[in-house]
């Protein structure tokens, strides 16, 4: 049987690569596209954790599927945004993005 | 058997997401995502965890990419080669994920992490329904008003003015 940490190790692996991903991406979509990578890591850990520790009722593998509806939720209003303010400013470049700066 | 089988997805995840975050062309990076989707639904039936990796695929590569894809074309599809795609920071960053890597690595790997148990039950679908249905009725209620919120939301943002 797999140790734990494996699946541990694995979803850091996720963790930093969407992490360097949202820093370095100037597309928008590609930034969002990081932050799914993000919260798959999580992802990953509440089911591991939930199968390995055993809980009778199923809890982490419920957080997990209320992980997945928010990252719907989260990526159709970054995306909407995203088309909101492509069609204002021409841009899809975050560092073109000074609407809201002072 | 098994250990093979998980290392083969766990290496498919990882190569998965590198080419997700480096991939020049912002289409091909959705692509990626959506291989690195799959692969994260496999962890998931290697767990037994039949349910959530089944709506891992449904919502994931069924819906959120389709969306990413329809974004990408709605915006400017970049093919100029000379566009730069990565920002003045790219260094640091990497430098920064890569020591943050290190120290998760380190910490995980000083850990004594718990063996299987050998009866922690294997979670069946009614048993997700009916705790879904039961203690977590609340949270389930909140799930929908939040992605009813987000519906209207994405409806008036995204609503062309007059």
């Known amino acids: 049987m797999i140790p734990l940490g494996f699946f541990v190790a694995l ?16 597309n928008v979509v590609g930034i969002l596209i990081s932050i799914e990578l993000i919260l798959n890591a999580a992802n990953i850990n509440l089911v591991a954790f939930n199968k390995y520790l055993g809980t009778p009722d199923g809890m982490g593998q419920i ?23 492509y069609r204002n400013g021409k841009s899809i470049f975050a560092d073109d993005y000074n609407l809201m700066k002072w | 058997m098994a250990e093979f089988v998980f290392c083969f997805i766990a290496l498919c995840t990882c190569v998965f997401a590198f080419l997700t975050v480096t991939a020049r062309d912002i289409f091909h990076c959705a692509v990626w995502l959506a291989f690195c ?35 990408i074309k709605l915006t400017a599809h970049i093919d100029d080669k000379t566009i730069k795609q990565t920002n003045k920071q790219i260094l640091p960053a990497a430098l920064g994920a890569a020591v943050f890597f290190v120290l998760l690595f380190k910490i995980i790997g000083s850990n004594p992490w718990a063996k299987i148990q050998p009866d922690a039950p294997v979670v069946s679908l009614k048993q997700l329904g009916l705790s879904l249905m039961t203690s977590y009725a609340l949270p389930f209620e909140f799930i929908s008003l939040l992605l009813l919120a987000a519906m209207v939301g994405a409806i008036v943002i995204g609503k062309v003015k007059r």
């Open chain 1, 11 to 26: 979803s850091a692996v996720l963790f930093c690569l969407g992490i360097y991903g949202v820093l370095v991406r100037r």
């Open chain 1, 63 to 85: 957080f997990a599927l209320f992980v997945v509806a928010i990252a719907a939720a989260a990526s159709v209003v970054g995306l909407v945004l995203v088309i909101a303010i």
């Open chain 2, 37 to 71: 989707l799959l692969s994260v639904s496999g962890i998931y039936f290697y767990l037994d965890a039949e349910f959530v990796g089944v709506i891992q695929v449904l919502v994931y590569i069924g819906g959120i990419i389709t969306l990413f894809i329809f974004a």
